[in-house]
């Protein structure tokens, strides 16, 4: 971010607070509840301020012949730095949350479609519970696609989300979600979401290029909720007494999709405009919690009906669909002064015949010590990333997570 954003952003935080100031209660907060909660006067609107961000290192080894893991990198980098906003606004029944992206690697992916701006839109949507148990969200926020996207990155087990994430997930995007959930006797809940996107990914301004995306999702819970919404948060933290499962499943179509991962990756320009392509996209998961030991599991698939990008003249543009399957398999366990051992399993089965890319699996060991549970927290691991005759990859992550 440049000086004039800082400028521009730091004066209107500024502004922000003083009108506040004039016109409802400040209350503090316990770290990691937030920076501020402010309540208006009459009690018709609050807003919890918070803020966080992840400071990262990271160290790679890549395979050369017989010299091994030879030749190496590293980097240091403010992996995430964000500011939110949540609370109720008129009634506790309508809802709201701003997230905004403030480093780098949050606002990247300018392009013309989103006017050559930094992204700093991450979460901006309304949620009004309209009866009983249904909620509508309107405006832009995550789909509810695999459950390791949808734990917030501030909540994670290991360092980051797995290669399964970052080749299948369906993200961000900005349209309408249905949600309800019911019981089935005294314990056994079930939750329905489902979503109507634009099918272009966040902060696309320069209209829709291609169809709708559609996306539902399906959990089961048959002992009941997790404690502290624990489902979508890694490691057990709450210690769970009793043992907690959550099935899940996602179904996701991008009708007439123009980018790479359906609403994700590079645009597939033709000398005709675009290549458009319906994408669906399978998700089956599933958490389970009990005494401090966690296991999270996930199966993706992605197929396209026209995979391949195509000009006129019938030639390959070199755009091809990400189509294939992953499997990811994560677990840990929670020791009493709250360090935490993880390991994961992930493999990647990208379709060579159209990708032209090999398998790929990643194992990865992983140490975490929650200080004040995700909200401060150290974490490590290590990661050995195998690719079918191709060059093999050590990795070393450490990184800090600190949330007001």
Known sequence: MNNKNLTLLGFSLLL???????SQEISSTQFGKGLLNLVGKDSTWSMKVGARMQLLSTFNWTEEGENGFSNSEQNFLVRRARLKFNGFA????LKYKIELGLSNRDISGGSEFTRNTPRYILD?????????????WVGQTKLPGNIERVISSGDLQQVDRSLLNSRFNIDRDIGFQLRHHFNIGSKFLVREKFAFSQGEGRNVTEGNLGGHQYT???????????????????ADLNREPKPKLMLGATYDINDDAVRTRSNMGSYMFTDNGFHK?????????LMFKYNGFSLMGEYAYRDADKPVAINLDNTETGDVVQVGKGVNLQSGYLFKKNWE???RYTNI???YDITGKNPETQYTLGLSKYIVGHKLKVQTDLSYLNVDNGFDTLMYRLQLDVHF
């Open 277 to 285: 392509t319906d994408i669906s996209t399978l998700f089956l998961d």
């Open 90 to 93: 008129y009634s506790p029944k």
């Open 16 to 22: 922000v607070y003083t009108q506040f100031s004039f």
């Open 124 to 136: 901006a949507v309304v949620m009004w519970n309209f009866y009983q148990n249904f909620e509508l």
């Open 341 to 343: 051992v993880s390991a």
């Open 216 to 234: 539902t999702r399906l959990e089961l819970l048959p002992f009941g909720k997790f404690e502290g919404k624990g489902d979508y948060r890694g």
């Open 349 to 351: 089965k990208l379709d």
